[in-house]
């Protein structure tokens, strides 16, 4: 089955404690991206990978990081969580930039 | 500044109605305009729209560009329960999507 799974579903985590969220497509997609999504705000992208090793800011990059090694695999990283940083998190995949995506569950990260 | 608005920002209705979503955008070098199906979760997608003026229609659902007035509609016909959910609306161009925050509709027997 086409899919993008994120792991965990949800997380409690304390400030300052690194944490990985980990997203993985098996579509054989180029194109990979995070949001997150928060009440009033929509959902705002975080950052976005075009291909292996090519990644770039989104619109609310401060206290993220991410790697793109391998073309299914693309992780969103939080060096020091702040309670700030909680918040609904998508991981999404597409063929191309612009094209519909695949969205995951979600992950539901709270910093305390 | 890329941004894309909907409304309205919430809709309750019964069963059998029909209603019709809102998306304006201003989106620089825009591409593409895509609507999604949230409901528990994560967004399902519904439509992508590229041209003006040609409605994409999926059962009961049907959606339609303006790229003049940079605007779009979802309409749904003879709404039902399981149509509960928030729509969003996104504008693409060369690099992203730009999310609106997204439209709660309610349908109630």
């Known amino acids: 089955e086409a899919q993008v799974t994120q792991n965990p579903r949800y997380l409690i985590t304390v400030t300052g404690k690194k944490l990985t969220v980990t997203c993985s497509q098996n579509?054989?997609?180029?194109?990979m991206s995070w949001y997150r999504q928060d009440p009033g705000l929509g959902l705002r992208q975080i950052y976005y990978s075009m291909n292996v090793e090519v990644t770039d800011k989104g619109d609310v990059p401060e206290g993220y990081k991410v790697s793109r090694k391998e073309k299914r695999n693309f992780p969103l990283i939080l060096e020091s969580p702040s309670p700030n940083q909680t918040s609904l998190y998508f991981c999404?995949?597409?063929?191309?930039?612009?094209?519909?995506?695949?969205f995951g569950s979600g992950t539901r990260l709270t910093v305390v | 500044e890329d941004k894309v608005v909907q409304s309205p920002l919430s809709l309750v209705v019964h069963e059998g109605d029909t209603v019709t979503l809102n998306c304006s955008y201003e989106v620089t070098n825009f591409r593409s305009l895509l609507w999604y199906k949230q409901e528990k979760k994560a967004p399902t997608f519904l439509f992508m729209l590229?041209?003006?003026?040609i409605e994409k229609k999926s059962g009961r659902l049907s959606s339609i560009l303006d790229k003049k007035e940079l605007f779009s509609i979802l309409n749904i016909t003879a709404t039902q329960t399981g149509d509960s959910a928030i729509y969003l609306c996104a504008g693409g161009n060369t690099d992203k999507l730009i999310f609106g925050t997204g439209t709660r509709l309610q349908v109630f027997p």
């Open positions: 999404a995949s597409s063929s191309h930039r612009d094209y519909g995506y695949t």
């Open positions: 590229t041209s003006s003026g």
């Open positions: 579509m054989n997609h180029e194109y």
